[in-house]
């Protein structure tokens, strides 16, 4: 999602509210598209709530990538 969708309204300076949840809405899905149902145990297992966890990580590469 970053290299396609986010570079692309930044370079046209679109990169808005809108286009920002549209982003995390495509970047959370095909995270959830990609995990295994052995995967979303393990991390319920570990962390608890799947949703939340997600979040959380793509909250936590964005932070990285802002850096």
């Known amino acids: 999602t970053t290299s396609t969708y986010v570079k692309q ?3 046209q300076n679109l990169f808005d509210l809108e286009a920002q949840k ?3 809405a495509k970047t959370y ?3 959830q598209k ?6 979303i ?3 319920k ?4 709530d799947v949703e939340t966890f997600i979040t959380n990580k793509i909250e936590q ?7």
């Open 34 to 39: 990609q995990l295994t149902e052995e995967s």
């Open 22 to 24: 549209e982003a995390f």
């Open 9 to 11: 309204l930044k370079a």
């Open 41 to 43: 145990e393990v991390i």
């Open 45 to 48: 297992a570990s962390y608890g």
């Open 29 to 31: 899905n095909a995270i």
């Open 61 to 67: 590469y964005v932070e990285e990538l802002k850096k």
